[in-house]
């Protein structure tokens, strides 16, 4: 109801002491009122309430929601690229540790056949169990 009045109701522009002022009565007899629209967002919002405009700001709503989601899933991709990667740089990682223990299992094999003193012999011996263990726990 204060809404219908006040988009019926008359505006004046006046001029009174050297100052503009804005009234809703007329400041002399010749006064004529002045156009005013309301301001954006207040007012008659019947266009912005209007079927088409609903359905304007669904498809809009709609395509946010699909922009939001391709976003996250292109994210999630290079997670998962990187995760990929990680992996594959882990594995030839771990192929390495595994070729290396190999070799030094070999390297104190050939030690022990080639003969050493007893000292020695028994540190060739328990650094290939050792090298052995290792083995065993990672690269099996």
């Known amino acids: 109801m204060?809404?219908?009045?006040?988009?019926?109701a008359q505006v004046y522009k006046c001029q009174e002491g050297g100052r503009t002022v804005i009234t809703d009565r007329p400041c002399h007899a010749d006064s004529k009122p002045i156009e005013v629209k309301p301001a954006a967002g207040e007012g008659d919002r019947s266009?912005?309430?209007?079927?088409?405009?609903?359905r304007q700001r669904d498809v809009e709503y709609a395509r946010e929601l699909q922009r939001r989601?391709?976003?996250r899933e292109a994210r999630q991709e290079?997670?998962?690229?990187?995760?990929?990667?990680i992996a594959e740089i882990n594995e030839r990682q771990d192929r390495r540790n595994c070729s290396y223990l190999q070799g030094e299992i070999d390297r104190y094999e050939a030690k022990?056949?080639?003969?050493a003193s007893a000292k020695l012999y028994e540190w060739y011996?328990?650094?290939q169990a050792a090298a052995r263990g290792r083995y065993e726990r990672e690269c099996k």
Request: hydrophobic share 35%; no cysteine; glycine share 4%.
């Open 69 to 71: 989601a391709d976003e």
């Open 125 to 127: 011996k328990s650094e």
């Open 112 to 115: 022990l056949r080639a003969g």
């Open 78 to 85: 290079i997670a998962r690229d990187y995760d990929r990667r």
């Open 47 to 54: 266009e912005y309430n209007s079927p088409a405009a609903r």
């Open 2 to 8: 204060l809404l219908a009045s006040a988009a019926n």
